[in-house]
């Protein structure tokens, strides 16, 4: 199964395919998952300070080994390779904006 469609069905799964979502990926086999979760919290705590409407989720394994941690941002699915703190900020300020312009179009 692609890696794209792997997402879209973890998402499914949880009833998101309709929200703006960062997916972090804690598989066990891109890097520690400690650093996985670490990552996923920390960005959940800067969503939550931003009072972003992104979701921030954790999903199992992309199958992106060797390159973790992994983020994917969705709907429009674009995968990211070793992800830090920083950069998840970045992303998720980038889907923020993103889900504001869709909103006002959609008006």
Same mark, same amino acid.
């Given at each position: 199964?692609?890696?794209?469609?792997?997402?879209?069905?973890?998402?499914?799964?949880?009833?998101?395919?309709?929200?703006?979502?960062?997916?972090?990926?804690?598989?066990?086999?891109?890097?520690?998952?400690?650093?996985?979760?670490?990552?996923?919290?920390?960005?959940?705590?800067?969503?939550?300070?931003?009072?972003?409407?992104?979701?921030?989720?954790?999903?199992?394994?992309?199958?992106?080994?060797?390159?973790?941690?992994?983020?994917?941002?969705?709907?429009?699915? =674009? /995968?990211?390779? *070793?992800?830090?703190?920083?950069? &998840? #900020?970045? !992303?998720?300020? =980038? /889907?923020?904006? *993103?889900?504001?312009?869709?909103? &006002? #179009?959609? !008006?």
């Amino acid at each position: 199964m692609g890696k794209r469609r792997k997402l879209r069905k973890q998402l499914r799964k949880r009833e998101l395919e309709n929200e703006t979502v960062l997916a972090i990926c804690v598989g066990k086999r891109c890097c520690p998952r400690e650093e996985s979760c670490a990552l996923a919290e920390a960005t959940r705590a800067y969503a939550a300070e931003m009072h972003s409407r992104v979701r921030v989720v954790t999903v199992g394994c992309l199958d992106i080994c060797k390159k973790g941690p992994i983020a994917a941002t969705y709907p429009e699915i =674009k /995968l990211k390779k *070793r992800v830090t703190a920083k950069r &998840a #900020r970045k !992303l998720l300020d =980038k /889907l923020e904006r *993103r889900r504001a312009r869709r909103v &006002a #179009r959609d !008006l």
